[in-house]
């Protein structure tokens, strides 16, 4: 069974960096690889939301509000997909949260960001 641990999230000033890790366990390097992996944010009374994926060609999308100042990548070896974010803003506080758009599996407990002015 596929689990997902969220990792490197915190309190940080606009303007500042955080890289987010997800390691997800219950799964070999070579079936990761085939995984498409997303970072879903929920922020307090919003709905969760898809904000980077990055498919086994390593593609990747991103939601317009953070495009430019996020980055999805992964290493298929450690089984880990990580969110490298920068130029952050208050409204990028949110409960941070990895799965695979389109074959959720159960979620995580996802990690805090907070963006402070």
């Known amino acids: 069974q596929v689990q997902l641990v969220e990792s490197g999230g915190g309190l940080v000033q606009a303007g500042g960096s955080l890289r987010l890790s997800c390691k997800v366990s219950?799964?070999?390097?070579?079936?990761?690889?085939?995984?498409?992996m997303g970072w879903y944010r929920q922020a307090p009374g919003k709905q969760r939301e898809l904000v980077a994926s990055i498919y086994t060609s390593s593609r990747t999308d991103y939601a317009d509000s953070v495009k430019g100042r996020f980055t999805i990548f992964r290493d298929n070896a450690k089984t880990t997909v990580y969110l490298q974010m920068n130029s952050l803003k208050r409204e990028d506080t949110a409960v941070y949260y990895c799965?695979?758009?389109?074959?959720?599996?159960?979620w995580g407990q996802g990690t805090q960001v907070t963006v402070s002015s």
């Open positions: 219950g799964t070999s390097g070579t079936i990761f690889s085939i995984y498409r």
């Open positions: 799965n695979r758009p389109g074959d959720e599996a159960s």
